[in-house]
């Protein structure tokens, strides 16, 4: 690479050598050797007159203008990677990167089981997941689709989607309704045991009741045992730790087979709204589409 070379390729290579955290590593993600990424950095700090980076035997880390630079050259990049995914789209077909985010149980327990369906129906697509708790920024990070209950998104120029809801529920194995008893009624909640879950920094664990059109009940749940985790909590659940109250899907399979119990029926709870956030106009980009009907199709969406 000379210094008469592509900067937009020393910028994607920068991106990339912190995203990696190691030079073996962005020369891997980039099919190039370690020397041209060593030697990028150097004609990118030479051109700014500034250390980027500061590297050691062991360890890189970026330095404060380094780190002011990567958010804006991350953008560029991205920005630059959908200018060139909308223009080779307009041959209609859906090809090209698409990059998701969604909260971590519903990756793990809707969407993972999902998109390997999606991926054999469009093999010209790449899809990168990214299960986190913590809000994304679509544009700075390049996501194509958030998936998440705020709808604080709009706020930010973001199109919106809302997709089907999650039912709550309450739940326990049989194990420990034959030791502690079924309760019947929210008020009995008080003399149980419950595995809560934390999502990010809320805990959930103020829970609301109604049944037809009595006043509402609400009861607020201590525990033992918290995990930010919903798999795990709900593995706490089935080995007899105490009541969950979980999303009904996630349970479906363990209410069928009698591994849990659903725990009253009569009384509803709200709905928690989830939504599908994207920044570009969905007519304009076929791969987005596609996969925004993929989920209208899989798992409901609500016009």
């Given amino acids: 690479m000379s210094r008469t070379g592509d900067k937009f390729q020393r910028l994607r290579i920068f991106v990339t050598l912190v995203k990696e955290g190691s030079f073996a590593g962005a020369a891997a993600r980039l099919q190039l050797k370690s020397p041209t990424i060593s030697k990028a950095l150097q004609l990118l700090e030479e051109e700014l007159n500034t250390q980027l980076i500061v590297r050691s035997t062991r360890s890189m880390h970026l330095t404060e203008p380094g780190e002011r630079y990567f958010q ?53 697509i790449q899809l990168e997941l990214d299960v986190s708790n913590d809000i994304k920024d679509m544009k700075k990070e390049g996501f194509d689709v958030a998936i998440r ?38 008020d009995h909640l008080s003399k149980h045991q419950f595995v809560l879950h934390r999502g990010g920094k809320k805990l959930f664990n103020r829970w609301r009741f109604q049944r037809h059109e009595e006043p509402e009940l609400f009861f607020e749940a201590t525990s033992r045992y918290v995990s930010n985790h919903i798999s795990l909590a709900i593995e706490a659940a089935l080995q ?16 069928t087979d009698g591994r849990l119990v659903r725990l009253l029926p009569d009384f509803q709870q709200p709905d928690i709204n989830r939504y599908a956030f994207y920044h570009q106009r969905r007519q304009l980009s076929p791969k987005l589409d596609v996969f925004l009907r993929f989920l209208e199709q899989e798992i409901g969406l609500e016009r």
């Avoid at 390997?116 to 093999?123: N, R, T, V």
């Avoid at 998104?153 to 194995?173: E, H, M, Q, W, Y």
Wanted: aromatic share 10%; charged share 20%.
């Fill in 149 to 186: 209950a705020k709808k604080s998104g709009t706020d930010l120029g973001l199109f919106c989607i809302p997709i089907r809801s999650l039912t709550p529920t309450l739940v326990a194995s049989p194990t420990y309704l034959a030791q502690f008893g079924t309760p019947t009624h929210p």
């Fill in 72 to 124: 804006k050259a991350s953008y560029l990049i991205n920005e630059l990677d959908e200018l060139d995914n909308e223009t080779r789209q307009f041959s209609g077909t859906p090809r090209g990167r698409l990059r998701v985010t969604a909260p971590v149980a519903l990756g793990e327990h809707v969407l993972g089981p999902l998109l390997p369906k999606f991926l054999q129906q469009y093999p010209d």
């Fill in 240 to 255: 007899g730790m105490g009541i969950i109250n979980t999303y009904l899907f996630y349970v479906e399979d363990a209410l």
